[in-house]
């Protein structure tokens, strides 16, 4: 089975910190994916990579960076947090091509005071 | 852009059929998607259809696709508690070389006892 593990399941930082979400996948992925989710709103695509040291914006990145230094792990950077960054945040991988759904991890439920 | 569009809010007695509705935009050759979110978990792949289909069934799962008016249903038999969930549509764009999924705004069941 493929295994998508985010690093946190809560997190709660302090407006202006600077916060790493880890999300790390066993298949060997090409593609991994970070989103966020907030009611009403179902979830929007942040940032995604298609390969080691690649990246790609996604619909909403402002406030946000990535790193993908290894193929299994992607990281979303939140350079200076702000309120209205508190959401949850689901990161996904899958392999490139048609009828290659994404898998995703369990989120983390992340909290900025 | 991609649009996919679905109701909200969805309500079943146990043991009734529940038919969650969407409706998509891109007219080219695509894949679409159902998954399950269960309350603090991440989402879950249930199934999968592409544009050249009429239907797919998987157990108590019925897909149902409407290709002319871009209208896509996920039928579940004999609801369960179980199966109290957000459940979102997505479609893939096989067209544009997208790596993306676009999502709906999820449909939130809730099977009554």
């Known amino acids: 089975d493929v295994k998508v593990t985010q690093s946190s399941r809560y997190l709660v930082k302090r407006t202006g910190e600077k916060v790493f979400l880890e999300c790390v996948q066993d298949m060997d992925h090409e593609n991994m994916f970070w989103y966020r989710q907030d009611p009403g709103l179902g979830l929007r695509l942040i940032y995604f990579?298609?390969?080691?040291?690649?990246?790609e914006k996604g619909d909403i990145p402002e406030g946000y960076s990535v790193s993908r230094e290894k193929k299994e792990r992607f990281s979303l950077i939140l350079e200076s947090a702000s309120t209205n960054q508190t959401s949850m945040y689901l990161c996904?991988?899958?392999?490139?091509?048609?009828?290659?759904?994404?898998?995703f991890g369990d989120g983390t439920r992340l909290s900025i005071l | 852009g991609e649009d996919v569009e679905q109701s909200l809010f969805l309500s079943v007695r146990e043991g009734d059929s529940s038919v969650i509705n969407c409706t998509y935009t891109d007219s080219s050759s695509t894949y679409l998607y159902w998954y399950k979110q269960e309350p603090g978990a991440g989402l879950q792949l249930l199934t999968y259809i592409f544009s050249n289909m009429d239907m797919k069934q998987d157990q108590r799962l019925t897909v149902l696709l409407n290709k002319k008016d871009k209208h896509l249903s996920l039928r579940i038999a004999d609801t369960q508690t179980g199966d109290s969930a957000i459940y979102f549509c997505a479609e893939w764009d096989s067209g544009a070389g997208s790596y993306q999924l676009t999502f709906g705004k999820g449909t939130k069941l809730s099977v009554i006892p």
């Open positions: 996904a991988s899958n392999i490139f091509g048609p009828n290659q759904p994404q898998h």
């Open positions: 990579s298609y390969d080691v040291k690649m990246k």
